[in-house]
């Protein structure tokens, strides 16, 4: 058994900067990917970033270049650095992870609300 941990969400002004945390614990950290995803009210969670076991990193396009996935696995935590915010990456953030390449994302964290004030 897995449980993903999120932490590090908050209020920050447009322009600010937060860093979003995931610890893993339980058994197996063997993940193909992890992943930080969102979902702002009334629309669907969307892929920010994720990164693969082999260090292939993607993101959204309106994240690029603000946005910083990166991973300590001596720590099992993965981060996501948030630079720049706008009032549209306001959202609750949740990390994911993919046991394998042909799989989807089967584990969840519960979720951490960033708000970005304009």
């Known amino acids: 058994q897995v449980q993903l941990v999120e932490s590090g969400g908050g209020l920050v002004q447009t322009g600010g900067s937060l860093r979003l945390s995931c610890a893993a614990s339980?058994?197996?950290?063997?993940?193909?990917?992890m992943g930080w995803f969102r979902q702002a009210p009334g629309k669907q969670r969307e892929l920010v970033a994720s990164?693969?076991?082999?260090?292939?990193?993607n993101y959204a396009d309106s994240v690029k270049g603000r946005f910083t996935f990166s991973r300590d696995n001596a720590k099992n935590t993965v981060y996501l650095q948030m630079d720049s915010l706008k009032p549209e990456d306001t959202a609750v953030y949740y990390c994911?992870?993919?046991?394998?390449?042909?799989?989807?994302?089967?584990?969840w964290g519960q979720g951490t609300q960033v708000t970005v004030s304009s």
């Open positions: 339980g058994s197996d950290f063997s993940f193909y990917a």
């Open positions: 990164k693969t076991s082999g260090g292939t990193t």
């Open positions: 994911g992870a993919q046991r394998r390449p042909w799989g989807s994302f089967g584990y």
